[in-house]
């Protein structure tokens, strides 16, 4: 048996024993030293341990150091060192001043493991969390993007989404710091990347731009969720390859899990919100949407004093199409019809579908009483040709119903009241024309 004394022990301990004088400087290091930070002993000794440090810690780092040179003793300090490999080592730190020697003794213990464990843990509660509280899928897409930013580098960052229904890659989120563009949608038939990454779900790391072989790395992390891949993550370094590590693949691909089942949810109140506002049929708004809209032009007309109208329009002998022609000519007419109001007015107007047959159009900032009925006349105008349908061509006429604010009414309802009546009146004297509500009535 070997005698103990002939072992040196301190080079076989797993954490790095380390001297520096009053400046910092390395005057020994252990051999644990290479493995926590990547150097061999004799690189550093005469470095300052200080340029190794990591930028944002070197001042909290210093202040320990005067610290513990005043003799107190370092039980517990944690920074983060830059290995030789360009990766972060977290470090915790027990050290003590030996005023005899005039030399701070201490020993570096490796948290790193630890300490990225912890990070991945908070990152999975904050997307849990950002998927309740972004208002949006834009807003939840950019707080993933710092959370994920905050532990591997992810300046260059993009979401890419799978749409079913014409089977395309969509960019609804991308930030890139070359300026490179916005992706257009791409159609997933060829054999890509992104079909690598999207039609089967596997990760991809390429240490070459994979959209265009520049110089640089591409990864690409699927958003898998129980239903299937919802699209991708994709980061990318321009002009450094190998930037990105197997380690970084795996931790994305471990928070990856977390941001599709964020991004499924938010997409899924996306659509039940988009349910409960629009019309199914003719993708306008509906009731619900448009007296919302209503009530605000209503708050901006008031506090800005401009003029605001509300168009009630009804087509006139609806019903017939559907009794003659069957309920799906009706369907498709009532989307021909919206279209056409679309097309008449500006697009901060609102159209919007009350149910049936009957539409409202509102209009803001008009400056005149004329300009309603501007609207109202080009609407007639538009009328006057027919619909092209799938099978058939047909003639539809509406009846218009003019009201405007302030003059005939100061709150929603019964703005829209007066509107319904003059649509009647309309109809009553024989539709396809426009009459404006009757002042005081
Ligand atoms: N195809 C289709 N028809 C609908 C829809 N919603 C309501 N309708 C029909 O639209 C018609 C609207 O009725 P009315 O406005 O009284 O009929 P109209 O023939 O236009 O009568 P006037 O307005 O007096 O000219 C009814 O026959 C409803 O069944 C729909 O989403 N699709």
Known sequence: MHSLASINIVDLLLDAVCIVDPEGRYLYVSQAYERIFGYDPQEVLGRRMIELVHPDDRERTLAAARNIMAGHLQLHFENRYIRKDGQ????????????????????????????HTESLQAALYAISEAAQAAEDLESLFARIHQIIGGFVSAE????????????????PYHVDKRDAPRPAPIALSGSGPYEEVVRHGRTLLCTQNAEDGA???????????????LGALVLRSHGLPSQYTERDKELLQYVCTQVASAVERRQMRERLER???????????????FLDR????????????TLLS?????????????????????????????????????????VARLGGDEFVVLVENGRTRDHATTVASKILDAFALPFDLQERSLHMRPSIGVALYPEHGQEEH????????????SKKNGGNRVMTASTGS
């Open 275 to 289: 349910l409960a506002q629009y019309d199914q049929l003719t993708q306008l708004p509906n009731r619900q949407l």
């Open 156 to 171: 260059n960052f993009c979401v890419a989404l799978h749409d079913p229904h014409n089977d395309r890659l969509e960019f």
């Open 414 to 425: 019964h703005l829209l009241s007066h509107a319904d009546a003059a649509m009647y009146q």
């Open 215 to 229: 110089p640089g790395d591409w990864l690409g992390v699927p958003l898998q969720t129980q239903g299937g891949v």
């Open 310 to 350: 509300l168009l009630f329009i009804d087509l006139d002998r609806f019903k017939e199409v559907n009794d003659t022609l069957g309920h799906a000519t009706g369907d498709q007419l009532l989307q021909g019809v919206a279209q056409r109001l679309r097309g008449c007015v500006r697009a901060s107007d609102t």
């Open 294 to 305: 209503l009530r605000a032009a209503l708050a901006r007309a008031r506090r800005e004093q």
């Open 88 to 115: 972060v080592a977290h470090i915790r730190w027990t050290a003590r001043w030996l005023p005899e020697q005039q030399v701070r003794l201490a020993v570096a213990h490796d948290i790193t493991e630890r300490k």
